[in-house]
Structure formats: structure tokens, C-alpha cells
């Protein structure tokens, strides 16, 4: 803000009719900081709009207005793929344990629900310039430069004219690289996301019981079923 005035960006399109452009039309109006705009098709045939809203990913359905909100993304610098089962994937790169480190997430068009943050590489190097495409269905394919970082010493001359060394991080050697990554269904209980009202009911006495199943896998899943069986299913339980 400047001078008390808040400074913010939205999102416009404007539809060309064959000889002329249109008027911009206004597709955000939420205060927050909207960039970096993508235009694409849904499987409906509607116009979407992917874009950053105040830091997180968010696609648009320009002609409903529904806003589906995705996860945190720390540059707006982005790449989209898009593959013939109603999946978007969008990567980018940002500070990780290897240095820059390239990261995505997938949105499922049929149902309307993103995926977690996935971490895509995490060695030592700067990932970035990276290329997604789908090889096939839930098959991710990212070409991508990685530049290795070399820690080199310099002696410079010390505020009492005395030879100072100094450690300095320099880009070593650049190279082209392709990985594949399956993005892959899987949902994850364990003994502790289990959970019984009363472990020690009387007679009669009604227990809730209740689990917590984590998606620990690359794709976003709706309309998941959780049963509970006294003893084992297969043997009548």
C-alpha cells in the first residue's frame, strides 16, 4: 500500500468475434493479488481461467464464476499440462531441500477437487525451466535443466588489510534432464487414525467408532467408502 491506498490485480478476458476484440470483462473482484492468468477449455466446453489468488493456485470457470482454490504456491511462475482424462498438472520450482526443487499438483476436472503439494525432485542443484506433458494417463513426463552449485573459497582483503577467505556457492554445469513420475492412488490408515467413543461400554450402551483416512497419494479422490467389520470380512466378520 501507498500512501493508505491498497494496491491489487484482477483478472479480465475480452472475446474476439472475428473482426473485433470486446471490452474487457471482469472475472475477479476479490481484493487479493491475481496473476499470472492461463486461459484453457474444461471438459464441459466452458472457458477456465488458472491463475495465482493471493499466493495460491485457483482455477476459474469464467462463465459461472466458480473459483476452485488449489494449494500454496510460492512463485507465480508456472507450467500446465492437461490430459484426456479431465486432469490439469501444473509445476513449478521453489526453494526445497535440494536447492530449487520442482513441484505440482493435479486438479481433477470430473470432480472438481485439487491434489496435495508433490514434490517432484529434491537434489542438490537448481531444477527449473521445467516442461510437463502426460505420456499416457496418470503418467507424468517433465523435461527440466538442473545446474549443479559449487562451493568455491576467495580470498579477499579484510577491513585491517588482512587476507580473508571466503566461501562462495557458483553455478557448475547445467544439464538436461527427463523424469517420469506415475501419479499414483493411495489412501493410508494406521492403528492411530482409528478412534472408538468408549472403550469400556455397558450393556446396551451405544459406541460411535471413527477413522481418519489420509490421502498420501498424487491425485485428488472423492466418494471414498470406509467400513467397519466385526472380525474378518473374508471369513464372515
Known sequence: AANGISVTSEVFYSEWDGVHWSAPITLTDDGLENTSPRALFLPSGELGVLFIAGG??????AFTLQVWQGPQISDGDFRLAQDGDSNLLVTWAA??????????????LSAGVWSRKIQLTGAEGRDEYDAPAFASAR???????????LTE???????????????????GQTDLYVMTHPLAQDLRLTDTDLGVSNQWPSPGASVTFSATVEN??????????????????????
Open 95 to 108: 526453494a526445497g531441500s535440494g536447492g530449487l526443487d520442482l513441484y505440482g499438483a493435479v486438479f481433477d
Open 153 to 171: 573459497t576467495h580470498v579477499v582483503t579484510g577491513t585491517d588489510g588482512s587476507p580473508v577467505s571466503v566461501p562462495l556457492v557458483v553455478d
Open 56 to 61: 495460491r493456485l485457483a482455477l476459474l470457470n
Open 216 to 237: 498420501a497419494g498424487d491425485v485428488p479422490l472423492s466418494g471414498v467408502q470406509v467400513a467397519f467389520h466385526d472380525g474378518d470380512p473374508a471369513a464372515g466378520g
Open 139 to 149: 503418467q507424468l513426463k517433465v523435461a527440466f535443466a538442473r545446474t549443479s552449485t
